[in-house]
C-alpha cells in the first residue's frame, strides 16, 4: 500500500458554507451563540458540585496567596484572574464615565480599569484610600495610564471624602468598587455612601464577600471574620434596597470568585 503524500492536485476542494444574505435564511450567527452561552451559564448556575470544587479549589489557594501573583502593565493588581474578565464584561457593557474604586494598594485594578478606559476612548478612575503609600502613589503617577486617573487620600467614610466624591461623579455613569477595610460596618457605611451614584444598569461590585465562606479565623490578624466582612454588610444593605440584585449569571460564569453575592447590579436608577 502506497503512503505517498497527496499533490495539491489530488486533495478534493473544501466546501465552505458562505455566509451571503442570500445563504443566511435571516439566521443571526452571534445571536445563537449567545444563547448557547446563557444555557452554558444557566448549567454553571445549577451545578452544585461544580460551585462546592471552586470553593474547595479557591481555599486551597490562599495559602499561596493566589491572588498577589498577577500584575496589570506592571503592577501588582492582588486580584483573581477570574474576577477582572468579569470586570472587563461589566465595563464593556455599562461604560461607565467614571469608576470609583476605594482601596488602591499597589494600584494594579487601577491601572487595569484606566486601561480598559484607554482601549474603549471613554472613562476615567478615581481611586480613595486611607494611606497612598509615597513608592505606590510615584509608580502610579509615573503609569501611562495615570492620564486616567485620579487619586484622593483619606477615609473612604470620611463625610469630606464621599462629598469630593459626589461632586466629581456628578452628571456622570458611574461604576463603583469597594474594596478597602472589610468590617461589616465599613463596608456597610461605604455601600451607603457611594451606592447613590450608580445608576441604573450600572454596578457596585463588593470584593472579598468570600470571607464569610471562608472558615472562621483565617485572617488571625484583621479585625474582620465569618459575621463581620462584606458578604454580611452586602446581605443588610440588600434587605433594604431592593433597587439593587446580585448579579448570579455573572458569578456563576466565571466560577471561581472572591466576590460571592458581591456583583450588585442596579435594576432602577437613583431618584
Known sequence: MSHRAASLSEVPPVCIPRHDAAMSNDKDPLADFQQE????????????????????????????????????????????????????????????DLIVETGIAHGGSLIFYASLCELMG????????????AHNR???EAHPMFRRIGLLQGSSVDPMVVAQVHERARGKNVLVVLDSNHTHEHVLAELDAYTPLVGAGSYCV???TVIEDLPAGRYPERPWDVGNNPKTAVAQFLATHPEFEVDTALE???????ATGGYLRRRSGPA
Open 37 to 96: 452561552v446563557a444555557r452554558n451559564i444557566d448549567g454553571l448556575r445549577q451545578d452544585e458540585h461544580l460551585r462546592q470544587l471552586s470553593s474547595q479549589w479557591l481555599e486551597a489557594s490562599l495559602p499561596h496567596r493566589y491572588s498577589y501573583n498577577f500584575s496589570w502593565m506592571g503592577r501588582p493588581i492582588i486580584q483573581y484572574p477570574q474576577d477582572m474578565i468579569a470586570m472587563q464584561q461589566i465595563l464593556w457593557q455599562v461604560r461607565p
Open 122 to 133: 471613554h472613562g476615567e478612575v478615581l481611586g480613595i484610600d486611607i494611606d497612598i503609600r
Open 138 to 140: 510615584a509608580a502610579i
Open 206 to 208: 463588593v470584593f472579598d
Open 252 to 258: 456563576a460564569q466565571i466560577a471561581i470568585t472572591v
